[in-house]
Nanobody, 128 residues
Framework: QVQLVESGGGLVQSGGSLTLSCTAS????????IGWFRQAPGNEREGVSC????????YYADSVKGRFTVARDKANNTVYLQMNSLKPEDTATYYC?????????????????????WGKGTLVTVSS
């Protein structure tokens, strides 16, 4: 059974940093594209970043480009989202997701394309 679990959320001041983790059970994360998404109350879900399988290309939303970095830790079957220079508008529940196509690549603009396994999310709150 495929399960994704996000962790690392919390409360941070504006300008601070957090690192989110996405871990998996039941499959090897490195073989699949992994996307990060966020949703703030009252807002639509937004694609934040996506990393293709086997350390392929990574992509970022314009709103986080230059501040967020996605990376894999193959030894720990984890994908990280390093978030720096956080802003109050980054406040949201963050989710990781993957699709069931092995050795998949991210869609360069529509990060949720093909994503059919989702974690339950971790809350990030950035205070001003």
């Amino acid at each position: 059974q495929v399960q994704l679990v996000e962790s690392g959320g919390g409360l941070v001041q504006s300008g601070g940093s957090l690192t989110l983790s996405c871990t998996a059970s039941g499959f090897t994360l490195d073989d699949y594209a992994i996307g990060w998404f966020r949703q703030a109350p009252g807002n639509e879900r937004e694609g934040v970043s996506c990393i293709s399988s086997s350390d392929g290309d990574s992509y970022y939303a314009d709103s986080v480009k230059g501040r967020f970095t996605v990376a894999r830790d193959k030894a720990n079957n984890t994908v990280y989202l390093q978030m720096n220079s956080l802003k109050p508008e980054d406040t949201a529940t963050y989710y990781c997701a993957t699709d069931s196509r092995r050795y998949s690549d991210c869609h360069p603009t529509k990060f949720d394309y093909g994503m059919n396994y989702w974690g339950k999310g971790t809350l990030v709150t950035v205070s001003s």
